[in-house]
């Protein structure tokens, strides 16, 4: 599996295209993102770890999503004076992605990061295209295990 951070990098160098870049962050399983949302998207309040980065999201624009590909990213974020509020992971990117409401104007990643090539905004508009793009990802993920791991 691809690094995350080195798939946004590349992509934001033309080396890969969103197709590309979209498979390896559906398969990444190290996501975190704003409670309210992960607990809607998971269905649950339970998560491994929860990263209490603000009390509230503070300067951050209605209707944007942060997701974090890594605490460390959202722990620089705040550090850069952007408080994305309590986020709880690792999640699976799958998850994550499958459930993007289309009440949201973007789901950005990383934020803070995007000169830098390691970060990306998805604008509403494209919601279709990530779901079609996570769904190819989980379908090619589960036909790379091997039967037994599919049987269970």
Not at 10 to 34: F, I, K, N, Q, T
Not at 64 to 71: A, N
């Amino acid at each position: 599996m691809s690094d995350p951070i080195e798939i946004l990098r590349r992509r934001a160098r033309g080396e890969v295209g969103p197709d590309d870049a979209m498979r390896v962050l559906a398969s990444h399983d190290g996501w975190y993102a704003p409670v309210t949302y992960a607990a809607e998207a998971f269905r649950t309040d339970r998560f491994e770890r929860l990263c209490v980065w603000g009390t509230e999201a503070r300067n951050v624009p209605p209707g944007r999503l942060c997701l974090f590909t890594s605490v460390e990213r959202g722990a620089i974020l705040q550090a850069k004076g952007i408080d994305p509020g309590p986020c709880a992971g690792p999640l699976r990117g799958s998850t994550l992605f499958e459930k993007l409401p289309d009440t949201l104007a973007s789901a950005d990643i990383n934020p803070g990061f995007g000169t830098s090539g390691e970060g990306w905004v998805i604008a509403r508009e494209n919601f279709s295209v990530v779901l079609e793009l996570n769904e190819e990802a989980c379908r090619i993920i589960v036909e790379s295990l091997p039967i037994q791991a599919q049987l269970r």
